[in-house]
């Protein structure tokens, strides 16, 4: 069965800014994190793993920080000897340790780093405060019933990937799903037998929506994936996967097993569009095709 995700063979021509994984606790093996404190992705979770990582403006760096006071390749932060250092790379407004300008430093729990007007706190994953912050920024993010990206995170974050496939003409396809027949679940058995169905669809969405896939729930009864990096052609394909494992699951519910099914709408990214609402608009009618042909199928924009 294909995985959705990244296609392997697409070459990536900027890293993407880092997002934490689905759920509490050191999900990557990370022992330390910057929490962003002031300026853009405030709240936002970098965990950091044994690699090094650039910050600054350009595409180069593997935290983007968009900001003109940012240069665009300003600091590095890297692993030595079983601690965490920062190093400035010749930035114009120079690299912030606590207030103090620094060429290079080794970087305590608890210490600020500024990168331009962005500011960032560098914790250790283990401290009470690293999973405070942590949990903050599950609430703000994350569905409380399917553990998705909600509304707001995911428009964020396909913002950003609207940018980069604009920037690089790169492809991105959008998927909008939505149960079909969904209200007479929750006429017939109730609201906790509806969220039972919601709550286990999203941990299916969960399960296929691997590497840079973006999986979220958007609305009551309607979820979406983001697929960077895939062409209408890809994306349609992922659709159909997704459509059929749904439809392969059997449900509990209160008068017997189920099965149910959703409709899928797929649009991809066209040179011209400059909005996020360009490609959901896309995705929207595309999906209302789908309800109107008889549901329990996939149509493209």
Not at 259 to 276: D, F, N
């Amino acid at each position: 069965m294909r995985t959705i995700g990244r296609d392997s063979t697409t070459p990536t021509t900027q890293p993407r800014t880092l997002r934490p994984a689905h759920g509490a606790g050191d999900a990557n093996g990370a022992d330390a994190c910057l929490v962003v404190l002031q300026g853009p992705s405030l709240g936002q979770r970098i965990d950091l793993g044994d690699g090094e990582l650039t910050l600054g403006r350009g595409d180069d760096a593997s935290f983007r920080i968009d900001e003109r006071s940012v240069s665009r390749l300003h600091a590095r932060i890297w692993r030595q000897d079983g601690s965490w250092r920062l190093r400035d790379l010749g930035s114009t407004n120079r690299s912030l340790l606590n207030d103090v300008p620094v060429e290079e430093a080794e970087l305590s729990d608890g210490d600020y780093i500024t990168i331009g007007s962005c500011v960032l706190k560098f914790m250790a994953r283990t401290s009470v405060e690293a999973r405070y912050h942590d949990e903050i920024y599950q609430l703000a993010t994350r569905d409380p019933l399917t553990g998705l990206s909600n509304r707001r995170h995911f428009l964020d974050l396909i913002e950003r990937e609207l940018q980069r496939a604009n920037r690089h003409d790169r492809a991105l396809c959008l998927l909008i799903i939505d149960l079909d027949h969904f209200k007479a679940i929750n006429d017939r058995h109730g609201h906790i037998a509806g969220d039972q169905v919601l709550e286990r669809l999203g941990s299916a969405l969960q399960s296929l929506a691997r590497d840079e896939a973006i999986a979220a729930r958007i609305g009551g009864e309607e979820f979406a994936i983001a697929l960077p990096e895939h062409d209408l052609v890809a994306g349609a394909a992922v659709a159909e996967q997704v459509r059929g494992t749904i439809a392969a699951l059997e449900f509990t519910l209160p008068d017997g097993p189920t099965t149910i099914t959703v409709s899928v709408g797929a649009a991809t990214w066209r040179p011209g569009m400059q909005r996020v609402g360009d490609l959901m608009g896309a995705a929207d009618e595309a999906l209302y095709r789908a309800k109107q042909l008889g549901r329990n199928r996939v149509e493209l924009g």
